[in-house]
């Protein structure tokens, strides 16, 4: 395993109400992102980090925001939560280097907006 | 602009035979090329990668992969499949000259073993 924990693992919600889902690691890499995936759409880029404080947008950023204050916490916030944010969140770090360098993802965060 | 298509939502292949899941992208420059599988409430897991060299890549669990620059393509392989091979299945790229952007992932394909 690449040493991420995300949390919460499971969580379900009102619309309205914000959340955020953490990702922890402890490799020290450089780069982290968050992904969402959903039947028929595979694995779509929200937001990534390249470092302390540099963020990034994905393809599918409205509606969230990130923080990264420190090197291994990337925290994902929906601001308010929608039905169509229902979804499974998977975070994933890389290290420093070129193109070649591999994604490791974690174990996924499972949100339920009703 | 990447972009990656896995032209079968769904693999279908009985225990013991060959099996093939196709991957075909675009990028600018040359591609590093990735695959991953996913087991039922887990996270993706890395299985290979194309960075450079033969074209012929070797993986996790007996699987490999073939780079192909006139087709653009990076098909998936085993020569016998078992059981415990049925999973989700994601193809991803950058290009070399992306610099460290974040992979691009395909939408997925599902094969099923069958005993």
């Known amino acids: 395993d690449a040493g991420i924990t995300q949390s919460p693992r499971h969580k379900v919600t009102e619309t309205g109400t914000p959340v955020t889902l953490r990702c922890h690691q402890t490799e020290n890499h450089r780069y982290m992102y968050w992904y969402r995936q959903d039947p028929g759409h595979g694995l779509r880029l929200i937001h990534y980090?390249?470092?302390?404080?540099?963020?990034d947008k994905g393809e599918v950023s409205d509606g969230y925001s990130v923080s990264r204050s420190k090197t291994e916490d990337f925290l994902l916030t929906l601001e308010s939560a929608t039905s169509s944010q229902t979804s499974v969140y998977f975070c994933a770090i890389s290290g420093q280097g070129d193109s070649g360098n591999t994604i490791y993802f974690g174990e996924g965060s499972w949100l339920t907006v009703v | 602009a990447q972009s990656v298509a896995q032209p079968e939502d769904q693999v279908n292949v009985a225990e013991g035979n060959p099996l093939t899941v196709k991957c075909t992208y675009s990028?600018?420059?040359?591609?590093?090329l990735f695959w991953y599988v996913q087991y039922p409430n887990r996270g993706l897991q890395f299985l290979l990668k194309?960075?450079?060299?033969?074209?012929l890549v070797k993986g996790s669990y007996g699987f490999e992969a073939e780079f192909n620059k006139s087709q653009t393509s990076f098909h998936l392989k085993k020569p016998s499949a078992l059981v415990s091979d049925s999973a989700l299945y994601f193809c991803?790229?950058?290009?070399?000259?992306?610099?460290?952007?974040?992979?691009?992932f395909g939408k997925g394909t599902r094969l099923s073993v069958i005993a």
């Open positions: 980090s390249y470092g302390v404080k540099d963020t």
């Open positions: 991803a790229v950058r290009g070399t000259s992306s610099g460290n952007t974040p992979l691009v």
């Open positions: 990028v600018s420059g040359n591609p590093y």
């Open positions: 194309y960075i450079t060299g033969d074209n």
